[in-house]
């Protein structure tokens, strides 16, 4: 397989990713935790779904695009936060919400990214989002949401599945920990992509060095490197309890999103905490094992506060025809992490570009075989149920 043009759909887009990769990075983007479990239910429940089709619906003008959070997007899909997105490219962030902006989608920076969120609320037009995590000490997470607000971002997310942090052993395998050390696992890794290197670390190590998280609190930017900081201020959110939503609610004018929501009971927290809505996400399969699929806890959540708040889904996002069964479950929009993550790494922003197009068309033709013209019209009704249940098949 060659390059983008060898890229039909986002499992392609993968392998291109596969090979450009260092293998550290690689299995970083792409793999879970422990036995990967989550992982693996997160593609089964979307691919479990079977939709009807719907005949002779008159699908001239089909409206892919909705509202979400007062706005319009092109459609009902955003860009996860994912951090070190800038190692799949170089300034790989730029590249995603760049591409984000021509779809008309929103993009989220992650806390952990690499590229400054000035440059990208400087660079990248579109709709911006921010995700953080709570750091121990607050003060360090409230100085970088006042950063975030004072550059314009419209949307903070608050990430609130890692618990105390999840076992990676891959990365440990592999020799890709953080902070990160030349080793006997990863330097042969590294030399056998010497493009890898020379496309994407040499212009950092030229224009400001080691590759920094440029949007961790000052003085924490070098955490990559393994510089001298006190861990115990910049262990995240171990401490961290639904005051802090309250917190974060006077701190952000803006739209507040709660991220890593499972339960019923929390999604409704999230709400009387003054949330905006919440993202119902196992981190992609990457934080609790035991996790079910977002999808499957979705009907509960709609269930319990989708009148009064915007639902959105993650984890495992990979056809056009995974938006379409999410929406017709309740969900208000989607996100996805992997499937832009693998084009950026495979063709920088025309990479990122591609996957978003493959997805869109996707989505438009599962929306032509359901028979809906809009948004509002993908209902529960198009999925398929045993005779007299009301759960999938
Ligand atoms: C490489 C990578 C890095 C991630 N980093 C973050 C992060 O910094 N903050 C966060 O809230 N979620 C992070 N996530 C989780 C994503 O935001 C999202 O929940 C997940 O990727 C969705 O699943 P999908 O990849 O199957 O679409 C990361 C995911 C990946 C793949």
Redesign the pocket.
């Known amino acids: 397989m060659g390059g983008l043009q060898d890229c039909f759909n986002i499992a392609d887009l993968r392998e291109a990713a596969r090979k450009r990769l260092p293998r550290g990075v690689f299995e970083?983007?792409?793999r879970g935790v422990e036995d990967e479990v989550s992982?693996a239910n997160?593609s089964d429940a979307f691919r479990r779904i079977k939709l009807w089709n719907k005949v002779l619906v008159d699908l001239d003008g089909v409206q892919l695009g909705t509202d979400l959070l007062g706005s319009p997007v092109g459609l009902p899909l955003a860009i996860?936060?994912?951090?070190?997105?800038g190692l799949c490219w170089h300034e790989g962030e730029l590249a995603l919400a760049k591409a984000a902006a021509k779809a008309k989608i929103p993009y989220?920076l992650?806390?952990?990214?690499i590229t400054a969120m000035e440059k990208i609320a400087k660079g990248a037009g579109g709709r911006l989002w921010f995700?953080i995590?709570l750091w121990r000490e607050r003060e360090l997470t409230y100085g970088v949401v006042r950063r975030a607000r004072d550059c314009g971002f419209e949307t903070l997310?608050v990430?609130v599945d890692t618990g105390l942090g999840g076992n990676r052993e891959h990365n440990r395998r592999n020799g890709f920990g953080l902070p990160f050390k030349f080793s006997r696992r990863n330097i042969p890794d590294f030399a056998m992509h010497p493009g890898w290197v020379l496309r994407v670390i040499l212009p950092y190590l030229r224009e400001s060095g080691f590759p920094r998280h440029e949007n961790y609190p000052a003085g924490y930017e070098n955490m990559m490197a393994g510089s001298a900081v006190k861990k115990d201020k910049a262990m995240r959110g171990e401490n961290s309890t639904w005051a802090d939503i309250d917190k974060l609610r006077a701190l952000w004018p803006g739209h507040l999103l709660v991220?890593?929501v499972m339960r019923p009971e929390d999604a409704i927290r999230a709400v009387e905490h003054g949330a905006d809505g919440v993202?119902i996400?196992?981190?992609?399969?990457?934080a609790l094992d035991s996790a079910p699929a977002t999808l499957d806890a979705l009907p509960g959540i709609v269930d319990a506060v989708g009148a009064r708040t915007s639902i959105i889904l993650?984890?495992?996002?990979?056809r056009g025809g995974d938006i379409v069964k999410a929406l017709a479950l309740g969900a208000k929009s989607v996100?996805?992490?992997?499937?832009t993550?693998y084009g950026v790494a495979a063709g920088g922003e025309a990479g990122a570009s591609q996957a978003i197009s493959l997805l869109r068309d996707e989505y438009r033709q599962t929306m032509g075989y359901v028979g809906c013209r809009s948004v509002s019209e993908i209902s529960p009704d198009i999925i398929v149920r045993p005779h007299g249940s009301n759960q999938p098949v």
């Open positions: 970083f983007v792409d992982l997160n996860s936060p994912t951090g070190l997105a989220t992650a806390n952990g990214s995700q995590y997310i990430t991220k890593g993202i996400s196992n981190h992609g399969g990457r993650d984890s495992g996002i990979r996100m996805m992490g992997r499937a993550l």
